[in-house]
């Protein structure tokens, strides 16, 4: 048996793989950077891979899949009027064995944020219990709208993980990791 323990970061570039996401992607941060007198950044969506022993988890949000992917939780993208479309739910997966689609355009990744066995355990535990307002929005009120990165942030965090010193990709920005970070320690 492989002993090993391991809570693994990764930071995709948005749209990875190839979607309409990118050039979504790429208008949101040109409107943000303008309207925040900023130089435009990078964007980034984080998943995890949790590692306990030989067994692995891959944890990320996506749209909704038929099929078992491990779903925890399931969520409305931009618009509870839109809610009762499948293109406008989306999915939090932790998933026994499951793989991360576009892992090999991770940037600088993956980081290894704990080694930890109770903290393994911890985000494993907390999967199914993450919050699920309204992608996109801040439902929430704290400033900054939900999405992947708040999951994976308010998973961290949960389990114990002190995000504070997770760093970026160079030029990077996960909007929405703020948000998480704060849920988790309300």
Request: proline fraction near 5%.
């Amino acid at each position: 048996m492989n002993l090993v323990i391991a809570v693994d970061l990764y930071w995709l570039p948005l749209g990875a793989g190839g979607s309409s996401v990118r050039l979504n992607g790429k208008v949101f941060e040109f409107i943000a950077a303008a309207a925040q007198r900023r130089e435009r950044r990078d964007l980034f969506h984080s998943a995890l891979i949790v590692t306990i022993d030989d067994e692995t988890w891959t944890i990320e949000l996506c749209p909704e899949a038929k099929g078992d992917h491990g779903r925890v939780a399931e969520g409305i993208v931009g618009s509870r009027i839109l809610g009762g479309l499948r293109l406008f739910r989306y999915e939090a997966r932790c998933w026994l064995g499951g793989s991360i689609p576009d892992i090999a355009e991770a940037v600088a990744s993956p980081v290894t944020v704990s080694r930890d066995r109770d903290v393994a355990m911890r985000v494993l535990e907390h999967a199914p219990a993450i919050p699920t307002p309204v992608w996109g929005r801040d439902e929430l009120g704290v400033g900054e709208m939900w999405n992947s990165n708040s999951v994976i942030a308010w998973l961290l965090e949960r389990a114990g993980v002190n995000t504070d010193g997770i760093e970026l990709p160079p030029n990077g920005r996960a909007p929405g990791w703020h948000a998480g970070v704060v849920v988790a320690r309300r």
